[in-house]
């Protein structure tokens, strides 16, 4: 089961992603219709149709079973999700006063779950099973990660976080919680 | 029988296309799928027989319905006539379905309404029949056959009841009055009428409504499979009959039946169809409106249970079934089921609620069944109108999404491709009307794979392009550079793509879907604008005007790269938005999307991307042209123009202004060479504005401009042609093609000539890129006000930066610009008016050249204070005339002196000799009577005289030259120009003879006795008369040079004959030179005059505080040094060579005995002692006589008033030793009188000597009572020997 996280800038300006994968199973059994799928086109467009509806990563799964390498997932489609998926969460984050908005999409098989600070930085997370409480845990300490790098005064507030320090306690709480 | 012309309502949905085949397995899980009748139209003519058209109409439907096929039920065929003879159509009894409509008939509206209601009644009589096949046993197993039953064509089906077609299509005729068909009266009759006669098909079911199931159930006893899929499609036909309550009740029958049964499929389609029911009976019973007000629970939520069911059957349902898979259908079922229930929650939702409204959309969706009325105005995707919605509605936009989100997932994949796409339009279109963008995005991305797949595999199977068939089971985007997709790849391998179709009709639309979606990922597509090339001549003009006043603000200053969107992302659409715009193909489009990306995301691509993009967009263009577009790129790179300056003209050719009056006016009192330093005011304000911003240049002459070219890129961007911009005056220059490197500035020489006179603008330049169209950049002035409004942009625009005013999408350029800050908006204004960098161009200017000079190799070697002369030969190179020569001169020395006046730390007396060294010493000067005019061709020769001066290294002449007194020009002009050329010359000056100790020594005042006869010697060699009126001048004069030196000093004294000192020194020894000089006296008034200065400088107060005294010495110290040097040359001579020069005394000091020394004394005594009773005559004599002890002797004493006053005086005589002699009187203060100028008083006092030896008599003479006590006695002394 993988986990992507990706914290953005008010812009929509990605500023830190990660991807976690852990070794707990994946929980949901996928549809039957999702199986069996043709490949049945020859044409470079039917890749993108292919991999936006979510199918590259369903076959993998079919064909080499729960173990799942990362790869199988294709990194833009991920971001393309995580993207679509901030029209609900704006929408909701003005409904809403928590910081934390569980499982606020899905698409494909993906459960996003967001979590908005004050400063409007949205962190967004891609999963698959339910883990409430492990993911509300998750985006408290990321958030006190963040914040403690935002107070360097050296961080501009809108680049890339490439502090490893930061990097390193994500995945720690990554691992502890996901 | 009803009334014939009743109102009420039917729903007639007419299909754009007809079901694909792969449909047809729905046909009786699904029969609302397909169309229940077919209408043709025709148009018959004299030429072709109503039997032709049947036949044509029979076989098109063959075509498009297999025989096979359950459906179309009817058929119909209206053939209009075309004009007035109907001779050939009256076979139309024979033809089945086939109805003539005369042309001379009127009212064609009700007789077509009359004729489809017949249509419709022959469609209820077919359902009946169907019904009738299907309820046999036979009927029933193959309905219960498979997951998707068929049904063999009805012919094949015994017929198992006793009623016969016959009888149904007979009682047909009596249905003939129809209802017209209205979509748009609502009646508001309490039973629907109209569905009532439309269930008139099988006669006996009229009277089984509602209370005879069981005995249906009956009917059908004896067959193997349950009836539930029976009751089912009874359900659908009723529904499609519009008889709701009967569909119901065989609905809940299927239902109740469908239970037990493992049948998914079809429990979930009888599911939709009791939903169906709900909403169609909501809609006729009073539109809802009564139930919306007192609902504890919400009135759809029945209605949305069922769904979810469906929804979940259709998941849960078996793919296999008895050996068949039907992935297509099944997933094509889940996706209706899904869509049918997402429309009606935004049906609902957008109508503002369940009401008459929501029903209005769900059941009569006009064209734009995706866009309700709530929705339609400009503002409806503001939040604040979309929550309305919600809150009217009580539906969030989320739940939508929700449920919408459902559909998507991989199994979309085995959907056939258009159902694919009109599922996916759906989709985008609902998200869309959401307000969720970036949803719609993602679905219109697949929308868009949909269509090109369509359009590339479509070519495919023409067999013409060859697509390497690479499938990717990624993106494709992440090969980046080299996706090779559609024709494109055929035009590469070098195969010549020929299309089939040419047709590029759609492609527009497939573009705009393009740049819509890179629009809402942040990527503006159309940041570079296509431009039709036809009419770019006018369209070019309005274009520059209008770019005036936005795009002058210097975007590279202004340009702070501010992140918005999602970089990876954009990439990755940018690369699929090339690709797509390649498969279509459609040139230009590649072109402008490859550079509009570029642009805008220069910041986040890899240099692999920008560099692939770029050629991409080459290529394209090259293409685009080859095929003849006429469309073409507008400039794209940012602004390529960083400045633009006039390189400096070559000095000779620099004309420069100047006044008429500068003619006339000869010399000012000022020598020019202080007037850099003879500004009046120690700070002048004017001085700094003086400075001319507007060049000067010469008509028909070649000008230079640098332009600073930049290119952010990482790769060498090509310019086709730079040139610039220019106004005002015709200007002729040749555009040049440009390659800027990449990531550089890059510097560019443009040259040009200006063909008229007057004001040339400099506004910018004209850019343009291969295969684009050119592009003006203004550039303007960078003035004081420009840059400061400039700064304040950047400022403010720097205060914005890292703040957030707006997120997500508002955060985009073009979305925020519609919001702007609106304050500092005074200030952010862009000017209106522009300054441009401005030459000034004059009628053309003669141009003249040094020919030859005497000077070799420029170098002239001088010895200290040498004179000598060069010739400059200057040559007319021109066609015009020179009537104008002035030369001015420039040297080493000249700019310390003036620096150090400049500087005015300078005391009074060195700023004196400062001055005077500048004026009265330059090293060269000229004759100005040699100046003549030249005519073209001609030479003229000057000659220079030089001076040797101490410290100069070396020296310019200026030549200024002009054609003042112009004959060529129509207008005079108060204004004329000039030229210069400089000729530069090293020079050296070897520094032979130096002067030092110069001293001023009085005469010694005693006569040696002894040496009496050399007195007279002396006097005859130094040529003075007396001792007491003459000083010595002596000087040493070292030669440190390697060869001898002969120098002399002459003195030049008005009353006093000439006089020299001259020797010869040999190389390294010191010669001290001797010369009397007479003693001078400079009158009070001269010597009170203070030290003058040569310039106008404003007067500075001195920092030494002298007093009166003091100022007064200087003052004298500072007059008799001028007066001694106006006196005393010296001058030098080669020893055996020709060469001559001065030597200067102004380095020497004079010291105050100096002054003493040449200062004549204020009164003149005389002594003479002469023996008592003897005449002045004999006086001459006296001294050479011997005196004698004891002899009564007089002390004559003579006293002058030399001073120009009268003076009282007084006079004190000492005699030594003095108790050896006796005199009378006293010697003390003996009072002379006031002597008036120049008068001589004597007197005699009488003495003795008592003894023999050498007496001395000395007399000091002062002038008494007077305040300066301190002037220095006169005095004299002689010496007197006494023998007996």
């Given at each position: 089961m993988s986990h992507h996280l990706f914290i953005l800038s008010p812009s929509d300006t990605p500023v830190y992603s990660l991807t976690h994968h852990s070794t707990k199973p994946v929980a949901t059994a996928p549809s039957p219709l999702a199986a069996n799928?043709?490949?049945?086109?020859?044409?470079?467009?039917?890749?993108?149709?292919?991999?936006?509806?979510?199918?590259?990563?369903?076959?993998?799964?079919?064909?080499?079973?729960?173990?799942?390498?990362?790869?199988?997932?294709?990194?833009?489609?991920?971001?393309?999700i995580a993207n679509a998926s901030l029209d609900v969460i704006e929408d909701i984050m003005r409904k809403e006063n928590a910081m934390y908005l569980r499982s606020v999409d899905k698409f494909n098989e993906w459960t996003v779950s967001a979590f908005v600070t004050p400063g409007n930085v949205k962190f967004i997370l891609l999963h698959e099973g339910k883990n409430d409480d492990g993911i509300r845990a998750f985006f408290m300490e990321v958030w006190e990660a963040f914040v403690k790098t935002q107070l360097n005064p050296f961080y501009s507030g809108q680049g890339v976080i490439r502090s490893s320090v930061f990097d390193g306690r994500v995945r720690t709480s990554a691992k502890k919680h996901l | 029988m009803p009334n014939p012309l009743s109102t009420g309502h039917l729903h007639l949905s007419f299909q754009t296309h007809p079901p694909s085949s792969s449909h047809y397995p729905l046909a009786l899980l699904r029969p609302s799928h397909f169309p229940l009748a077919v209408i043709g139209i025709a148009s018959s003519s004299q030429t072709n027989t109503l039997n032709s058209i049947y036949s044509q109409f029979n076989s098109a439907l063959l075509d498009i319905f297999p025989a096979s096929n359950l459906f179309p039920l009817a058929r119909n065929c209206f053939v209009f006539e075309e004009n007035d003879n109907a001779t050939n159509?009256?076979?139309?009894?024979?033809?089945?379905?086939?109805?003539?409509?005369?042309?001379?008939?009127?009212?064609?509206?009700?007789?077509?309404?009359?004729?489809?209601?017949?249509?419709?009644?022959?469609?209820?009589?077919?359902?009946?029949?169907?019904?009738?096949?299907?309820?046999?046993?036979l009927g029933n197993e193959y309905l219960n056959a498979s997951l998707l039953a068929t049904l063999p064509p009805l012919s094949e089906l015994p017929v198992p009841l006793d009623l016969d077609k016959?009888?149904?299509?007979?009682?047909?005729?009596?249905?003939?009055?129809?209802p017209e068909v209205s979509k748009t009266t609502f009646s508001l009759a309490p039973t629907p009428p109209l569905k009532r006669n439309s269930s008139s098909g099988p006669n006996y079911r009229q009277s089984t409504l509602g209370v005879q199931p069981p005995k249906k159930r009956a009917s059908t006893v004896g067959t193997a499979s349950s009836h539930a899929r029976l009751y089912k499609m009874l359900g659908d036909f009723f529904l499609l009959a519009g008889r709701t309550e009967d569909a119901n009740i065989w609905y809940t029958e299927a239902l109740q039946l469908f239970k037990n049964s493992q049948d998914h499929a079809w429990h979930a389609s009888a599911l939709e169809g009791l939903v169906t029911i709900a909403v169609v009976e909501a809609w006729s019973a009073g539109h809802g409106l009564h139930n919306s007000s007192s609902a504890t629970k919400e009135p759809w939520s029945d209605i949305?249970?069922?769904?979810?069911?469906?929804?979940?059957?259709?998941?849960?349902?078996?793919?296999?079934?008895?050996?068949?898979?039907?992935?297509?259908?099944?997933?094509?079922?889940?996706?209706?089921?899904?869509?049918?229930?997402?429309?009606?929650?935004?049906?609902?939702?957008?109508?503002k609620g369940w009401g008459p409204l929501a029903f209005t959309t769900m059941l009569q969706p006009g064209p734009t069944a995706h866009l309700p009325p709530t929705l339609a105005h400009d503002e409806a995707d503001q939040w604040l109108n979309l929550e309305r919605l919600t809150k009217f509605?009580?539906?969030?936009?989320?739940?939508?999404?929700?449920?919408?989100?459902?559909?998507?997932?991989?199994?979309?994949?085995?959907?056939?491709?258009?159902?694919?796409?009109?599922?996916?339009?759906?989709?985008?279109?609902?998200?869309?009307?959401?307000?969720?963008?970036?949803?719609?995005?993602?679905?219109?991305?697949?929308v868009l794979g949909c269509i090109m797949d369509l359009m590339v595999c479509g070519r495919e199977e023409d067999g013409i392009t060859k697509v390497s068939g690479s499938q990717t089971a990624g993106l494709g985007i992440q090969n980046g550079a080299s996706t090779p997709t559609g024709s494109s790849v055929a035009l590469n391998q070098g195969g010549v793509g020929i299309r089939m179709s040419e047709s590029s009709s759609g492609n527009e639309s497939v573009l705009r879907l393009l740049k819509h979606v890179c629009k809402i990922l942040g990527i503006d597509l159309d940041a570079v604008k296509l431009v039709d090339t036809s009419d770019q001549e006018t369209g070019g003009k309005q274009s520059e005007k209008s770019e005036t006043a936005g795009a002058l603000d210097d975007v590279s200053v202004l340009e702070h790269f501010e992140s918005y969107g999602w970089p990876e992302l954009q990439v990755g659409v940018i690369r699929e938005a090339v690709a797509v715009a390649e498969a279509l193909p459609d040139f230009p489009a590649v072109a402008q999307f490859s550079l509009s990306s570029l642009k805008n995301l220069q910041a986040v691509l890899s240099p692999g991307d920008q560099h692939h993009l770029y050629s991409t967009s080459i290529r394209a263009l090259m293409t685009a042209r080859r095929r003849g577009d006429l469309r073409s790129i507008e400039y794209w790179s940012g602004k390529p123009i960083v400045s633009i300056t006039l390189a400096p003209i070559p000095l000779i050719r620099l004309p420069v202004e100047k006044h008429m009056s500068v003619l006339s006016k000869q010399t000012s009192g000022l020598p020019p060479i202080l007037q850099g330093i003879t500004d009046p005011f120690l700070y002048n304000p004017r001085r700094a504005t003086t400075k001319k911003d507007r060049e000067v240049v010469a008509q028909n002459e070649t000008l230079d401009f640098v332009v600073m070219l930049q290119n952010p890129f990482v790769f060498d961007l090509e310019l086709q042609s730079l040139s610039l911009s220019a106004s005002g005056v015709e200007f002729n220059s040749q555009p040049s093609r440009v390659?800027?490197?990449?990531?550089?500035?890059?510097?560019?020489?443009?040259?040009?000539?200006?063909?008229?006179?007057?004001?040339?603008?400099?506004?910018?330049?004209?850019?343009?890129?291969?295969?684009?169209?050119?592009?003006?950049?203004?550039?303007?002035?960078?003035?004081?006000?420009?840059?400061?409004?400039?700064?304040?942009k950047k400022s403010s625009i720097a205060c914005e930066i890292g703040r957030f005013k707006y997120s997500g999408l508002e955060s985009f350029p073009w979305e925020r610009s519609k919001k702007p800050i609106k304050y500092q908006s005074s200030q952010m204004n862009p000017r209106k008016s522009f300054r441009f960098l401005e030459c000034k161009v004059v009628p053309e200017q003669p141009l003249l050249r040094v020919r030859r000079t005497s000077v070799n190799h420029g170098a002239l070697m001088l010895y200290e204070g040498e004179r000598s002369t060069l010739r400059i030969t200057l040559e007319n190179i021109s066609p015009l005339p020179i009537d104008f020569i002035h030369l001015a001169f420039e040297d080493s020395t000249i700019e310390p002196a003036q620096q150090a006046l400049m500087d005015g730390d300078l005391s009074v007396f060195e700023t004196y000799e400062t001055e005077h060294s500048l004026i009265n010493e330059p090293v060269f000067t000229w004759n100005k009577d040699e100046a003549r005019p030249i005519q073209p061709g001609q030479t003229l020769t000057l000659s220079i005289s030089c001076l040797g001066k101490a410290g100069c290294t070396s020296g310019t002449v200026h030549v200024s030259y002009s054609y003042a007194h112009r004959t060529d020009l129509e207008e005079t002009s108060d204004y004329f120009y000039t030229r210069q050329i400089s000729y530069p010359i090293m020079v050296t000056v070897y520094p032979m003879l130096q002067c030092h100790n110069m001293d001023l020594i009085p005469f010694p005042s005693y006569h040696d006795h002894i040496r009496g006869a050399e007195n007279a010697t002396r006097r005859y060699h130094l040529d003075i008369d007396d001792g007491s009126s003459w000083c010595l001048f002596s000087v040493d004069v070292r030669n440190t040079y390697g060869s001898p030196f002969e120098v002399a000093f002459e003195r030049e004294y008005i009353g006093a004959p000439q006089s020299s000192a001259i020797t010869t020194i040999p190389p390294g020894s010191t010669s001290r030179l001797i010369l009397p000089l007479k003693r001078m006296s400079l009158s009070e008034k001269e010597t009170s005059e203070p030290i003058p200065t040569l310039s106008d400088r404003q007067f500075v107060v001195a920092k030494d505080k002298l007093s009166g005294a003091e100022l007064q010495l200087q003052r004298e110290l500072f007059w008799y040094r001028e007066a001694l040097f106006r006196c005393v040359r010296g001058r030098w001579k080669e020893a055996g060579g020709i060469?001559?020069?001065?030597?200067?005394?102004?380095?020497?000091?004079?010291?105050?005995?100096?002054?003493?020394?040449?200062?004549?004394?204020?009164?003149?005594?005389?002594?003479?002692?002469?023996?008592s009773g003897q005449e002045d005559g004999e006086d001459n004599e006296g001294p050479n006589r011997p005196l004698r002890p004891n002899q009564f002797l007089e002390l004559k004493v003579k006293v002058t008033n030399l001073s120009s006053t009268s003076l009282p005086l007084s006079l004190t005589i000492d005699?030594?030793?003095?108790?050896?002699?006796?005199?009378?009187?006293?010697l003390v203060d003996i009072p002379i009188g006031r002597l008036d100028e120049g008068v001589t008083r004597e007197m005699t006092i009488p003495i003795c000597f008592l003894t023999d030896g050498q007496f001395e008599i000395m007399a000091h003479l002062r002038p008494v009572g007077l305040l300066y006590v301190d002037t220095k006695p006169a005095r004299v002394q002689i010496t007197t020997s006494v023998r007996s």
């Amino acid at each position: 089961m993988s986990h992507h996280l990706f914290i953005l800038s008010p812009s929509d300006t990605p500023v830190y992603s990660l991807t976690h994968h852990s070794t707990k199973p994946v929980a949901t059994a996928p549809s039957p219709l999702a199986a069996n799928l043709p490949t049945w086109s020859t044409s470079a467009f039917a890749g993108t149709l292919t991999a936006l509806s979510g199918a590259s990563g369903a076959t993998q799964h079919t064909s080499s079973g729960p173990v799942r390498i990362g790869g199988g997932q294709d990194r833009h489609v991920i971001q393309m999700i995580a993207n679509a998926s901030l029209d609900v969460i704006e929408d909701i984050m003005r409904k809403e006063n928590a910081m934390y908005l569980r499982s606020v999409d899905k698409f494909n098989e993906w459960t996003v779950s967001a979590f908005v600070t004050p400063g409007n930085v949205k962190f967004i997370l891609l999963h698959e099973g339910k883990n409430d409480d492990g993911i509300r845990a998750f985006f408290m300490e990321v958030w006190e990660a963040f914040v403690k790098t935002q107070l360097n005064p050296f961080y501009s507030g809108q680049g890339v976080i490439r502090s490893s320090v930061f990097d390193g306690r994500v995945r720690t709480s990554a691992k502890k919680h996901l | 029988m009803p009334n014939p012309l009743s109102t009420g309502h039917l729903h007639l949905s007419f299909q754009t296309h007809p079901p694909s085949s792969s449909h047809y397995p729905l046909a009786l899980l699904r029969p609302s799928h397909f169309p229940l009748a077919v209408i043709g139209i025709a148009s018959s003519s004299q030429t072709n027989t109503l039997n032709s058209i049947y036949s044509q109409f029979n076989s098109a439907l063959l075509d498009i319905f297999p025989a096979s096929n359950l459906f179309p039920l009817a058929r119909n065929c209206f053939v209009f006539e075309e004009n007035d003879n109907a001779t050939n159509l009256n076979g139309g009894d024979n033809l089945p379905g086939t109805v003539v409509i005369p042309s001379m008939m009127g009212n064609k509206k009700l007789y077509i309404g009359t004729l489809l209601a017949d249509l419709c009644s022959q469609i209820l009589g077919e359902f009946g029949v169907v019904i009738q096949a299907l309820e046999s046993p036979l009927g029933n197993e193959y309905l219960n056959a498979s997951l998707l039953a068929t049904l063999p064509p009805l012919s094949e089906l015994p017929v198992p009841l006793d009623l016969d077609k016959k009888s149904s299509l007979a009682s047909l005729p009596s249905f003939s009055s129809q209802p017209e068909v209205s979509k748009t009266t609502f009646s508001l009759a309490p039973t629907p009428p109209l569905k009532r006669n439309s269930s008139s098909g099988p006669n006996y079911r009229q009277s089984t409504l509602g209370v005879q199931p069981p005995k249906k159930r009956a009917s059908t006893v004896g067959t193997a499979s349950s009836h539930a899929r029976l009751y089912k499609m009874l359900g659908d036909f009723f529904l499609l009959a519009g008889r709701t309550e009967d569909a119901n009740i065989w609905y809940t029958e299927a239902l109740q039946l469908f239970k037990n049964s493992q049948d998914h499929a079809w429990h979930a389609s009888a599911l939709e169809g009791l939903v169906t029911i709900a909403v169609v009976e909501a809609w006729s019973a009073g539109h809802g409106l009564h139930n919306s007000s007192s609902a504890t629970k919400e009135p759809w939520s029945d209605i949305i249970d069922k769904l979810t069911q469906a929804t979940s059957l259709y998941q849960k349902s078996p793919l296999y079934y008895e050996g068949e898979t039907n992935y297509a259908i099944l997933a094509y079922l889940y996706s209706c089921c899904i869509l049918r229930h997402s429309s009606l929650l935004f049906a609902v939702w957008s109508a503002k609620g369940w009401g008459p409204l929501a029903f209005t959309t769900m059941l009569q969706p006009g064209p734009t069944a995706h866009l309700p009325p709530t929705l339609a105005h400009d503002e409806a995707d503001q939040w604040l109108n979309l929550e309305r919605l919600t809150k009217f509605s009580g539906i969030s936009r989320s739940s939508i999404s929700t449920v919408l989100g459902q559909i998507h997932g991989p199994w979309m994949l085995h959907l056939h491709p258009r159902e694919r796409l009109s599922i996916l339009e759906t989709m985008a279109s609902i998200y869309a009307c959401l307000g969720y963008k970036r949803k719609e995005a993602y679905i219109l991305r697949e929308v868009l794979g949909c269509i090109m797949d369509l359009m590339v595999c479509g070519r495919e199977e023409d067999g013409i392009t060859k697509v390497s068939g690479s499938q990717t089971a990624g993106l494709g985007i992440q090969n980046g550079a080299s996706t090779p997709t559609g024709s494109s790849v055929a035009l590469n391998q070098g195969g010549v793509g020929i299309r089939m179709s040419e047709s590029s009709s759609g492609n527009e639309s497939v573009l705009r879907l393009l740049k819509h979606v890179c629009k809402i990922l942040g990527i503006d597509l159309d940041a570079v604008k296509l431009v039709d090339t036809s009419d770019q001549e006018t369209g070019g003009k309005q274009s520059e005007k209008s770019e005036t006043a936005g795009a002058l603000d210097d975007v590279s200053v202004l340009e702070h790269f501010e992140s918005y969107g999602w970089p990876e992302l954009q990439v990755g659409v940018i690369r699929e938005a090339v690709a797509v715009a390649e498969a279509l193909p459609d040139f230009p489009a590649v072109a402008q999307f490859s550079l509009s990306s570029l642009k805008n995301l220069q910041a986040v691509l890899s240099p692999g991307d920008q560099h692939h993009l770029y050629s991409t967009s080459i290529r394209a263009l090259m293409t685009a042209r080859r095929r003849g577009d006429l469309r073409s790129i507008e400039y794209w790179s940012g602004k390529p123009i960083v400045s633009i300056t006039l390189a400096p003209i070559p000095l000779i050719r620099l004309p420069v202004e100047k006044h008429m009056s500068v003619l006339s006016k000869q010399t000012s009192g000022l020598p020019p060479i202080l007037q850099g330093i003879t500004d009046p005011f120690l700070y002048n304000p004017r001085r700094a504005t003086t400075k001319k911003d507007r060049e000067v240049v010469a008509q028909n002459e070649t000008l230079d401009f640098v332009v600073m070219l930049q290119n952010p890129f990482v790769f060498d961007l090509e310019l086709q042609s730079l040139s610039l911009s220019a106004s005002g005056v015709e200007f002729n220059s040749q555009p040049s093609r440009v390659v800027v490197p990449a990531n550089s500035f890059h510097q560019v020489v443009l040259s040009g000539k200006a063909l008229n006179t007057g004001i040339l603008t400099v506004r910018g330049c004209v850019v343009q890129a291969p295969g684009g169209i050119s592009q003006e950049f203004l550039l303007p002035l960078r003035t004081d006000e420009e840059e400061e409004r400039l700064a304040r942009k950047k400022s403010s625009i720097a205060c914005e930066i890292g703040r957030f005013k707006y997120s997500g999408l508002e955060s985009f350029p073009w979305e925020r610009s519609k919001k702007p800050i609106k304050y500092q908006s005074s200030q952010m204004n862009p000017r209106k008016s522009f300054r441009f960098l401005e030459c000034k161009v004059v009628p053309e200017q003669p141009l003249l050249r040094v020919r030859r000079t005497s000077v070799n190799h420029g170098a002239l070697m001088l010895y200290e204070g040498e004179r000598s002369t060069l010739r400059i030969t200057l040559e007319n190179i021109s066609p015009l005339p020179i009537d104008f020569i002035h030369l001015a001169f420039e040297d080493s020395t000249i700019e310390p002196a003036q620096q150090a006046l400049m500087d005015g730390d300078l005391s009074v007396f060195e700023t004196y000799e400062t001055e005077h060294s500048l004026i009265n010493e330059p090293v060269f000067t000229w004759n100005k009577d040699e100046a003549r005019p030249i005519q073209p061709g001609q030479t003229l020769t000057l000659s220079i005289s030089c001076l040797g001066k101490a410290g100069c290294t070396s020296g310019t002449v200026h030549v200024s030259y002009s054609y003042a007194h112009r004959t060529d020009l129509e207008e005079t002009s108060d204004y004329f120009y000039t030229r210069q050329i400089s000729y530069p010359i090293m020079v050296t000056v070897y520094p032979m003879l130096q002067c030092h100790n110069m001293d001023l020594i009085p005469f010694p005042s005693y006569h040696d006795h002894i040496r009496g006869a050399e007195n007279a010697t002396r006097r005859y060699h130094l040529d003075i008369d007396d001792g007491s009126s003459w000083c010595l001048f002596s000087v040493d004069v070292r030669n440190t040079y390697g060869s001898p030196f002969e120098v002399a000093f002459e003195r030049e004294y008005i009353g006093a004959p000439q006089s020299s000192a001259i020797t010869t020194i040999p190389p390294g020894s010191t010669s001290r030179l001797i010369l009397p000089l007479k003693r001078m006296s400079l009158s009070e008034k001269e010597t009170s005059e203070p030290i003058p200065t040569l310039s106008d400088r404003q007067f500075v107060v001195a920092k030494d505080k002298l007093s009166g005294a003091e100022l007064q010495l200087q003052r004298e110290l500072f007059w008799y040094r001028e007066a001694l040097f106006r006196c005393v040359r010296g001058r030098w001579k080669e020893a055996g060579g020709i060469r001559t020069g001065g030597i200067s005394l102004r380095q020497q000091r004079m010291t105050l005995p100096m002054l003493e020394a040449l200062r004549q004394d204020f009164a003149r005594v005389d002594l003479f002692l002469c023996p008592s009773g003897q005449e002045d005559g004999e006086d001459n004599e006296g001294p050479n006589r011997p005196l004698r002890p004891n002899q009564f002797l007089e002390l004559k004493v003579k006293v002058t008033n030399l001073s120009s006053t009268s003076l009282p005086l007084s006079l004190t005589i000492d005699l030594e030793p003095s108790d050896c002699l006796v005199y009378e009187g006293t010697l003390v203060d003996i009072p002379i009188g006031r002597l008036d100028e120049g008068v001589t008083r004597e007197m005699t006092i009488p003495i003795c000597f008592l003894t023999d030896g050498q007496f001395e008599i000395m007399a000091h003479l002062r002038p008494v009572g007077l305040l300066y006590v301190d002037t220095k006695p006169a005095r004299v002394q002689i010496t007197t020997s006494v023998r007996s």
